[in-house]
């Protein structure tokens, strides 16, 4: 361990030393990756390099054999020769338009074995303004954070039109774009497409639930469409729960910039002398094993510092929200949770619809804001209900929206100036419901105090899941002054982050869900104040296998929740195998959405069955590498993924038939096993005695189910099966 820091510290060192002429490289690495900048004191900073891990002297080697190439600025500001998409528009405070950025200095200190920080600052050649741009690089996840910050020391205001987080050029052949598209009940679908010359746009502007459209998440492949093992491919992601913009242009030389930041959409911010502005991160990262090995570097960077309590294990929860809505008493609830007991749960979840004073919460017209439990269908109080889930073993989680409130209720008619708003215009609404102004600290005050209010009046709390159902229209804020009003989309989010990180401190170890209507705040801003996203609202399995692959492409498993849901199911009406709907939830963090109360014994006893084998196969699913076999979007009809744990002692397949099969049949080879070792195969979660695997109780060697693979019956559509795999000694 202590060679290795030592051999950092000289990395360090090379990194920023000079060359001759006063040219300096810049390098930052992870273990497979660098980036290779050069700097000359007073001159623009260039981008050299990024890709696979380059060796000092190659790096070194980059200016002299490629110095005559077409290169472009590190971080261009809109201003000299650039005639491409700007990372930075500024307007001065004597008005000028233009900047030119150039170098000033650059020093690297390692924070601990594994992350290394790398401040780059530039200057404006003529105006007294600088530019930091801040990389932390995490060694063995090979992902790099960038935040970039810019000083006003000029006279007077100056105002930041547009500035990005990162800012990258690609040179290569050609260029395939990977991001995802959708609407509410369908998100996180991949779309993958040829970049072609002109400017392609990802992008939210609706400030609140920004990511049930699109997601900042892309993956850029070269040279050809994104390969799940092997190619080059780079990835990247805002870590923003606001409005965002990212962009790809590819320009007339064919290189490709790629721009990722806030979204400069009516954002403009008015910076005083002396005042600064700090971008939020962008993550990125770099494989040449293709799009698989992007996704394990994120999921296990993402565990380690993304993600609240990353290291431990997710209950299997049982929801009330699609068995009952908003209708039910305590009678209900306890009936509900004898059964989630009885089936294996371990976190009852009560959703929406406990509060409400002079206005009850018993539909979606009411009540929110008043957040006061509602006596007539809970006399007992919350602390009744989860002390009668934790006499049954059950831990009790809750329902909030407290960024919400509904017109109906007394929140909206005691505080008229905390609604988002636009002047004397009308307020519109969504789902019956109007946005607190989260930029006012008198706001964030209040959405505090429910979260704390609530955690005090019923101790047993140990999950809330907090949900955000509607977007932002005719912004405006009435605490922001008139000539600030453009700085709501920003502000709003740091409040949230502030109301966050007060709950943080205060309750370190509750679980909290993004849930945002389902896949509306999926990001890497919000995750690390959460233990979980809700995915989708859409519940329906054979959704769920395409939202779900999209989702954890980026996200990690253990962070996705995935319920069993009734049949019909609600969002589609179809009525699927409760196997198949009880594999796809295996499949992420299992939970139980459904009124188990109407569940006739079989299908209780399969629940009891796929909970049980859950918890046989959740360290692996929650903490293993994910390793994709056959996509959904191949259209063969199959759908196929297997985790491995770190040490590779196990391993957990799922397999999914889509479609009907009438001569093909599924082979799959495994991924990610010790080729030396030997795996006893055990279906897990068997119905009735039948088995979906060849290989079902066979001990083969890694290579041999690498290599030859495995063959499955899983010839009808919604035919599934789950196989752990367990290494024997020999
Ligand atoms: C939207 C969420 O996504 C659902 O799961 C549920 O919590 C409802 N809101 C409750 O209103």
Request: aromatic letters at 10%.
């Amino acid at each position: 361990m202590k060679r290795a820091f030592a051999l950092l510290l000289l990395l360090l060192f090379v990194a920023t030393s000079s060359k001759g002429g006063g040219l300096q490289i810049v390098k930052i690495d992870t273990d497979h990756q660098s980036f290779v900048f050069s700097a000359a004191s007073g001159k623009p900073l260039m981008f050299r390099y990024w890709g696979a891990r380059l060796s000092e002297e190659d790096a070194g080697a980059i200016l002299s054999a490629c110095g005559r190439e077409k290169s472009w600025e590190l971080y261009p500001a809109y201003g000299g020769a650039l005639y491409t998409n700007p990372a930075l528009t500024l307007v001065h405070a004597d008005g000028q338009l233009t900047t030119e950025l150039v170098f000033s200095s650059c020093h690297s200190r390692q924070l601990d074995e594994n992350r290394t920080e790398t401040i780059i600052v530039l200057q404006d050649k003529v105006l007294p303004l600088t530019v930091e741009l801040r990389f932390t690089a995490f060694r063995q996840q090979d992902i790099v954070m960038q935040s970039v910050t810019v000083r006003n020391r000029e006279q007077g205001p100056v105002i930041v039109r547009q500035i990005a987080s990162a800012f990258f050029s690609l040179k290569a052949m050609s260029y395939y774009l990977t991001h995802f598209h959708g609407s509410s009940n369908a998100e996180m679908w991949l779309k993958e497409e040829l970049l072609t010359p002109g400017i392609k746009t990802i992008d939210s502007k609706k400030g609140v639930r920004t990511t049930h459209n699109e997601n900042s998440c892309f993956i850029v492949s070269v040279n050809g469409p994104a390969k799940e093992d092997d190619g080059e491919v780079y990835g990247g992601a805002l870590a923003w729960s606001g409005n965002f913009e990212s962009s790809f242009q590819l320009d007339d030389f064919n290189m490709l910039q790629i721009r990722c930041g806030l979204n400069p959409f009516c954002s403009e911010i008015r910076l005083l002398p002396g005042e600064s502005f700090t971008t939020p991160e962008a993550v990125v990262g770099y494989s040449d094993r293709g799009k698989g090995q992007l996704t394990r570097n994120f999921h296990r960077w993402a565990r380690r510092y993304a993600l609240a309590h990353g290291d431990r294990y997710r209950s299997v929860a049982l929801n009330n929200w699609e068995g009952t809505h908003w209708n039910f008493n305590e009678k209900d609830l306890r009936e509900i949770i004898d059964k989630a007991a009885e089936i294996g749960c371990e976190l009852f979840i009560l959703d929406d619809g406990w509060f409400g004073g002079k206005y009850p919460r018993n539909d979606a017209t009411a009540g929110l804001g008043d957040w006061q439990v509602n006596a007539a269908k809970l006399p007992g109080g919350l602390q009744s209900i989860a002390g009668y889930a934790a006499a049954k073993g059950l831990r009790f989680g809750i329902w909030i929206e407290p960024e919400m409130v509904n017109p109906h209720s007394e929140l909206a008619q005691e505080h008229s100036e905390w609604i988002v708003r636009s002047g004397e215009r009308e307020i519109p609404t969504l789902r019956h419901q109007w946005i607190l102004d989260l930029c006012n600290p008198d706001v964030q005050d209040f959405i505090f105090g429910v979260f704390d209010d609530l955690l005090s009046s019923a101790p047993g709390i140990s999950y809330v899941k907090w949900d955000a159902n509607r977007h932002v229209n005719n912004v405006g804020s009435t605490y922001l002054p008139a000539d600030e009003q453009s700085r709501f989309w920003v502000d709003y989010t740091r409040g949230l982050y502030n109301v966050y990180e007060r709950i943080r401190s205060k309750y370190p170890d509750i679980e909290i869900q993004a849930c945002a209507s389902g896949g509306g705040r999926v990001d890497f801003g919000s995750l690390p104040f959460h233990d979980e996203i809700w995915t989708s609202d859409n519940t329906n399995a054979i959704d769920r296998i395409f939202i779900q692959w999209g989702t954890n492409l980026f996200f990690p498993t253990m962070a996705m929740a995935a319920h069993v849901s009734a049949a019909p199911n609600r969002q589609t009406g179809m009525s699927l195998p409760l196997k198949f709907r009880c594999d796809v939830a295996m499949s992420g963090r299992m939970g139980i959405e459904l009124d188990p109360r109407k569940l006739a014994r079989e299908e209780i006893a399969c629940l009891q069955d796929a909970v049980a084998a859950y918890k046989t196969i959740r360290p692996v699913v929650q903490h293993g590498d994910l390793y994709r076999l056959v996509s959904p979007y191949d259209e063969s009809g199959w759908a196929a993924l297997n985790y491995v744990s770190e040490t590779k002692e196990r391993c957990v397949l799922f397999a999914f038939s889509t479609a009907l099969h009438t001569r093909t049949r599924l082979t799959l080879r495994l991924k990610g096993l010790d080729p030396a070792g030997y795996y006893k195969i055990t279906e897990q979660n068997r119905q009735k005695g039948k088995t979906g695997c060849h290989a079902e109780g066979q001990t083969l060697s890694g290579d041999y189910l690498m290599k030859c693979g495995v063959g499955f019956d899983l010839a009808k559509p919604f035919e599934s099966c789950v196989l752990l795999l367990e290494r024997q000694d020999r």
